[in-house]
């Protein structure tokens, strides 16, 4: 693999594991790759570099593509043809890589009911009710998986907490995105920004993202 190539596997394999608080010795042992090949592959500083086999098993691990972890582009955006079954597949990618966390959540709206037997102005009646739904976020704060763990590992886990607290970095950046994104949004609904400007902004604060 050129070495270009392999600083963004190696990159991308560093953020997965930073974004499960996850140290060598973590990816060890859920991947079964020895010690030395994973501190050689990682160190940048060896010709080491992991095998086929190898970024199949992280990848599998993490639950993400081969083609992620080598930094390679979709070869398609989700856009508003994109087909049910397409969108479905991104949104099972991101809730298995743990990219976006869910919760159930009941909200109270109005609904529309159908009279049986219909009244003489509709066959609907607006009522009032509650909807079950699946909210998506992109959570700020790490929840580990301690499970398993010996007192070494959990005395690593503590103390990085200790230094650096038990913060998401990557997701409050995306959350930010995400807040910066809909406010001005509601103003170009509402044409009190114009298109142009809209596009420019967030083009500009999409680059100022970490990659």
Request: proline letters at 3%; charged letters at 25%; a negative charge.
């Amino acid at each position: 693999m050129r070495d270009n190539n392999y600083e963004i596997l190696v990159k991308n394999i560093e953020m997965l594991m930073q974004n499960k608080n996850m140290i060598p010795a973590d990816l060890i042992r859920e991947t079964g790759i020895s010690q030395s090949q994973v501190s050689k592959a990682l160190s940048r500083t060896q010709k080491t570099q992991f095998t086929f086999e190898q970024i199949w098993t992280i990848a599998d691990y993490f639950k993400v593509s081969i083609d992620y972890l080598v930094g390679r582009k979709p070869t398609a955006a989700i856009t508003e043809q994109s087909s049910n079954k397409e969108i479905c597949k991104v949104l099972i990618q991101l809730i298995e890589s743990d990219v976006v966390t869910y919760v159930d959540m009941n909200v109270e709206e109005d609904m529309y009911e159908e009279v049986i037997p219909p009244n003489d102005n509709s066959p609907y009646e607006l009522k009032r009710g509650t909807n079950p739904y699946k909210m998506f976020y992109f959570s700020n704060y790490i929840n580990p998986d301690v499970e398993g763990l010996d007192e070494v590992s959990l005395g690593e886990l503590s103390l990085d907490f200790l230094i650096s607290g038990n913060y998401n970095q990557k997701s409050n950046e995306i959350n930010d995105f995400i807040d910066y994104f809909l406010k001005l949004y509601d103003l170009y609904k509402h044409n009190k920004l114009k298109r142009e400007f809209f596009d420019q902004a967030i083009s500009d604060r999409l680059d100022n993202l970490k990659k």
